[in-house]
């Protein structure tokens, strides 16, 4: 069993791929070609956002985010600090301060309650993350931001797809940034991101910097990176957007099949009603991690940690603001265990798993001996 099955989802959606590939081969322009307009239209339409930008990669998209909203050194950004370490790493790298403001121990989101104690005259935007795949509270983030004239960029690497209060994630702030390594749920075969607004300034200043601030040929208007996601990338992406909603579907067969065996009986992630997830992760939370993985590891069932250590305990960012030391997102990095997720993961294959897993932890299954002869090995 594969943790994320990326040869299974190649051979399904493979003629298209293909296709899509040699038409890049064919016109060899393989920077800024044809698929990368093409993407960024059909991107912005999906998402409903009035702008797209390709980048060449969710970090990418962080950074680019927030130069254009001229974040400088000595400004602050309010994050969480449970998250991959790109959050963070693009507000350093420009010389700001990430501010970390504790998760909601339910849904592992930043919990708006505590935002608007962390604000300071230096504030200058808030970065929420939509862990997992589910949306943070952005409704309650964005009222809090426009009390205090801050930004809300949408670290949205996980949740590209999913739904809030009937809009789509990428859509929900000043701006959103997503990824397509090749393991989120839209992922390229390389890296690659984009960044959504509905800002034409803002939309305008992100091109000019995915360029080297260029914005005519060799006219430097501003400083900017070499941030572009190639053409090849796009076309990828492209094709793999055809079976988009086919492959949440299923992604939402599967975490279905794994609700009906935890619920009432192990920790999970919760999830709101007014919103969806593309289950980027599926996250239990347990005890005793590391025999669970073992037992898990031992029946070949691949797991993994998002994310062991928060973000204020690295070695590299130890000494940020972190009030109280974040005890929720301690708590949380110390239980919380993905399991193997994916569109071309048999339903009843995560039910074994799942059994699996009960087991481990020491509870009955639902439906008890009958299941438990129905998926013994
Ligand atoms: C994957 C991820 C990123 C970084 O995306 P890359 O494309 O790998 O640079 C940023 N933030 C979160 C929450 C992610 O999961």
Redesign the pocket.
């Known amino acids: 069993m594969e943790f994320i099955d990326l040869k299974a989802q190649y051979q399904a959606a493979r003629p298209g791929i293909d296709a899509r590939i040699q038409a890049v081969l064919d016109h060899g322009q393989y920077i800024m070609g044809p698929e990368v307009a093409e993407l960024e239209t059909r991107l912005a339409a999906y998402t409903g956002a009035r702008h797209c930008i390709t980048v060449s990669?969710?970090?990418?998209a962080?950074l680019v985010s927030l130069m254009a909203l001229g974040v400088r050194p000595g400004d602050e950004v309010i994050t969480t600090p449970f998250?991959?370490i790109?959050?963070a790493e693009a507000i350093v790298l420009l010389g700001a301060v990430p501010v970390f403001a504790d998760i909601d121990p339910a849904s592992c989101n930043i919990d708006p309650g505590l935002i608007e104690g962390r604000i300071t005259p230096r504030t200058r935007a808030i970065m929420p993350?939509s862990?997992y795949g589910q949306p943070a509270d952005m409704d309650e983030i964005n009222a809090i931001a426009t009390r205090h004239g801050l930004a809300v960029v949408e670290?949205a690497?996980?949740s590209f797809g999913a739904t809030y209060r009937g809009r789509k994630s990428c859509n929900l702030s000043t701006i959103g940034c997503t990824?397509?390594?090749p393991s989120?749920p839209l992922g390229c075969y390389g890296?690659g991101?984009a960044i959504f607004t509905s800002d034409a300034g803002l939309a305008q200043a992100m091109r000019e910097i995915r360029v080297h601030g260029q914005s005519r040929r060799y006219v430097h208007t501003r400083v900017g990176v070499g941030g572009r996601m190639d053409t090849l990338q796009c076309a990828i992406v492209l094709a793999k957007l055809e079976r988009f909603e086919w492959e949440l579907a299923q992604r939402a067969r599967v975490a279905a099949a794994y609700d009906a065996m935890f619920s009432g009986r192990l920790g999970m992630v919760g999830r709101g009603r007014d919103r969806s997830s593309v289950f980027a992760q599926y996250t239990v939370v347990v005890d005793e991690r590391e025999r669970v993985q073992s037992v898990l590891h031992a029946a070949g069932i691949p797991t993994a940690v998002h994310y062991p250590v928060p973000i204020h305990m690295q070695p590299a960012y130890a000494g940020l603001s972190a009030e109280g030391g974040c005890p929720v997102a301690v708590a949380m990095a110390a239980r919380v265990l993905s399991l193997p997720m994916g569109p071309y993961l048999d339903p009843a294959a995560a039910t074994e798993v799942a059994a699996t897993l009960l087991q481990a932890v020491g509870e009955p299954l639902p439906g008890g001996a009958d299941l438990l002869e129905a998926t013994a090995p």
Request: overall charge negative; cysteine-free; proline content about 0%.
């Open positions: 990669s969710g970090t990418e962080l998250s991959f790109a959050t993350v862990l670290d690497a996980q990824s397509f390594f989120k890296d991101g």
